[in-house]
């Protein structure tokens, strides 16, 4: 059964919370990540990239401790505060098109090693001991893992009567969207809290396989020194109905030597092809295929549709055993430099200006996959194929940060 912890949090001042927290570091271009470094300077980032003002360059262990020193000083001049006991966050995001309310907590180191926190991504192992050596030399975690429980009314009826009350912070960032936290302290709150948790037989990792990876392989080198913040990790509780899925689409490079007429030829072995001239298609529904190729868009819609288990019934598995392993001879999927992956959250119109543009030959667009699907895998153990799925939400830096 899954076990959660309410822990004592790092946060932004009240006054200086839209100030303080950021988008995740890589999703800023350069112009960007100057412009907020140069006039912010309250923002997280500072904390993230110390080196900035002196623009230097320099090793992952002097860089990693320059980002703890950041952060200390930051709590000294009291931009970022402790809680004094320890708490839970109920935390909904307001974008353009959606809402997302989930809760924030620590998450059992225990529990992931034993299945009960499911997987369904591989992880790299380089990224994983890079991201355990920075949380060990920073000394804390501001990215929450973000994990998925099954639809649950009496959680439910709690959350929709918790927004009711006074929020801790009400804020909007520089994307419009609208952010709300509300802190839960009450401890027969926290204790009823514990109790729905662990009344569930799984939870499922929809981002974040990495992160928690890497708190593991933490947990697994220090856990001799008892620092019982080792024994979990912060996550981010939303339930599977309030997930957002995109797809990844792929854009390739060439066509492996064939000619458009002559791969057009091959495609139509396994899919029924239909040229959309100009229109601007996408898959409705599962085993259907885009494709934008010399100025025209087809569909591909898969003529055998018996699979024997989930994995091999995934539409980025069908497309990759189909067509980019064979046909366009791209064998690895995360380093073969002929392929690359755009989201779904991109318009279909993106594929198009970047193939007449000549930058690519081919675009794929994928259906997206279903939280079904993903559970299926995850729970036989299966792994699904890199760049697969797209999640929202994505969740900000500095707002809540747990210390390690």
């Not at 926290?190 to 109790?195: P, T």
């Amino acid at each position: 059964m899954a076990t959660i912890v309410p822990f004592k949090a790092v946060r932004p001042a009240r006054d200086k919370v839209s100030l303080v927290t950021c988008r995740s570091y890589d999703e800023y271009s350069p112009a960007e990540l100057a412009s907020q470094l140069d006039y912010n300077p309250f923002s997280f980032l500072h904390v993230l990239n110390p080196a900035y003002i002196n623009q230097q360059k320099l090793s992952e262990n002097v860089r990693f401790r320059s980002v703890h020193n950041r952060y200390t000083e930051f709590k000294h001049e009291d931009v970022l505060k402790q809680e004094n006991t320890a708490v839970f966050y109920l935390y909904e995001i307001q974008s353009k098109n959606n809402v997302y309310t989930g809760i924030i907590a620590g998450t059992s180191i225990e529990d992931y090693q034993n299945n009960i926190i499911k997987k369904h991504e591989d992880t790299l192992p380089y990224r994983v001991s890079y991201f355990k050596d920075y949380m060990h030399l920073t000394g804390f975690n501001t990215e929450p893992v973000l994990i998925t429980y099954p639809e649950n009314k009496d959680l439910e009826n709690w959350i929709t009567a918790r927004k009711q009350k006074r929020p801790l912070y009400l804020f909007s960032s520089l994307n419009r969207d609208k952010h709300t936290l509300w802190r839960i302290k009450d401890e027969a709150e926290i204790q009823w809290l514990q109790e729905q948790f662990g009344a569930m037989p799984s939870l499922y990792i929809a981002d974040g396989h990495h992160r928690s990876a890497s708190s593991e392989l933490l947990y697994d080198e220090q856990k001799e020194k008892g620092n019982a913040n080792l024994d979990y990790f912060m996550s981010f509780l939303i339930a599977e109905k309030d997930l957002k899925i995109y797809e990844f689409n792929r854009l390739v490079h060439d066509l492996n030597g064939h000619s458009a007429k002559e791969f057009l030829s091959l495609l139509s072995k396994d899919f029924v092809v239909e040229n959309r001239h100009l229109e601007l298609w996408k898959p409705s529904k599962k085993f259907e295929f885009g494709m934008y190729l010399q100025g025209e868009f087809y569909s591909l819609t898969l003529k055998d549709t018996t699979f024997s288990d989930a994995h091999e019934a995934l539409d980025a598995q069908i497309l990759y055993i189909k067509v980019l392993q064979p046909l366009l001879g791209i064998e690895d999927l995360r380093n073969d430099s002929r392929i690359e992956y755009l989201p779904g959250t991109k318009p279909i119109t993106s594929i198009k200006e970047l193939v007449d543009d000549g930058l690519y030959t081919v675009g794929f667009t994928l259906f997206p996959a279903s939280i079904d699907e993903i559970k299926a895998l995850a729970d036989n153990n299966q792994i699904m194929p890199p760049k697969s799925t797209y999640i929202e939400p994505k969740l900000r830096s500095g707002l809540v940060v747990y210390e390690l």
